[in-house]
């Protein structure tokens, strides 16, 4: 009976030490805060060539804030946009202008934006890709046009994988 009851303990401190290390490591397909910085930094390059003031998300494939920037004077209600948009895009793995577009009155998935504590269908979230074609994160672009936060958001995500084309 005593060998088994320290078998068990073994067994038990083996699963909590297991259980300890996979809480610290970071998933293997998950943007690093360094490829993060990078694709905020290179987005922002951008919106500073379009002279558009954003903000600018970028999230974790677990849809995380991993960054984050509010440029100076943009719009205060943009902040949660530009975190949707880039929520929005790693939750379906999609650009949230494609994925409007489906949302569409008589589209196979109309309303879907009031799922998930709410959705942003329209341009500006483009997921982040890493070189092994593995979705790693997203990035979402708020306070200009639709089409200036569209192109923002692909400049920060091509800083990672020279990907998509405006």
């Known amino acids: ?15 909590v030490s297991l259980t300890s290390s996979l809480a610290n490591a970071q998933i293997s397909n998950d943007i690093t805060h360094n490829d993060a910085l990078k694709a905020l930094l290179t987005a922002k390059q951008k919106a500073e060539e379009l002279n558009v003031v954003v903000n600018i998300a970028i ?7 991993k960054s984050f920037i509010r440029m100076d004077e943009s719009f205060l209600g943009s902040i949660d946009i530009a975190i949707k948009k880039a929520k929005t895009s790693r939750y379906f793995n999609i650009a949230t202008g494609d ?10 998935i109309y309303n879907i934006e009031h799922s ?13 890709i890493n ?35 405006n």
């Open 59 to 65: 999230v974790d494939a677990g849809a995380n804030l």
């Open 99 to 108: 994925l409007g577009k489906l949302s569409q009155p008589g589209g196979i």
């Open 116 to 128: 998930n504590g709410g959705l942003i269908t329209f341009p500006g979230g483009i997921p982040i």
């Open 131 to 165: 070189q092994n074609k593995n979705i790693i994160g997203a990035i979402g672009v708020s306070g200009g046009t639709i089409e200036q936060d569209r192109d923002i958001a692909i400049a920060g995500a091509n800083a990672i994988l020279n990907q998509l084309k």
């Open 1 to 15: 009976m005593n060998s088994l009851k320290h078998f068990k303990i073994c067994v038990i401190l083996i699963m």
